[in-house]
């Protein structure tokens, strides 16, 4: 397993992993947001920035995709658009790669506060990784999904 930045070239297959969580884990309207947000990153990633997006390969095929925004203002950086291919669950690639965006983010930002959001179907996983949920906004992404706001503790 090799983990290393976005390039645009990753894009189909980001997408492709984002498709095998759907509906469960994300609506259909986030797909679109999604795409939009992969153009953007070429633009927006640097190596030591304060957005990097990063995917997981195996066998040369993108199984996980994830990154983090870090925002100087309020010292937090929050973990975006973390995913692993919904056929690969429960084996380990998640946390793996979970603990090693939050370690770049303490790598780069040393005293950062560290959040994200998810869903009623992930919190329990982000729990086991230290995270306590701050809100809870029902339907929030969608009818039946709702959003879990998250801090590292």
Not at 17 to 24: D, V
Not at 103 to 128: G, M, R
Request: aromatic share 14%; with cysteine.
């Amino acid at each position: 397993m090799t983990i290393r930045p976005y390039v645009a070239a990753d894009k189909e297959k980001c997408i492709a992993t984002f498709k095998s969580n759907m509906p469960k884990y994300f609506a259909e309207h986030e797909l679109a947001d999604f795409e939009e947000w992969l153009d953007e990153q070429p633009e927006r990633h640097t190596v030591g920035g304060t957005d990097e997006y990063f995917v997981v390969e195996l066998d040369d095929k993108i199984i996980a995709c994830g990154g983090y925004a870090y925002d100087k203002e309020k010292n937090e950086a929050r973990l975006t658009w973390g995913l692993v291919n919904n056929s690969l669950h429960k084996q380990g690639i998640g946390r793996m790669f979970v603990e090693y965006r939050v370690k770049a983010v303490k790598n780069q930002f040393p005293s950062c506060h560290i959040a994200l959001d998810t869903t009623q179907h992930v919190y329990p996983f982000f729990e086991k990784l230290g995270f306590k949920t701050t809100q809870v906004t029902e339907n929030f992404y969608s009818e039946g999904l709702h959003r879990y706001d998250m801090e590292l503790c």
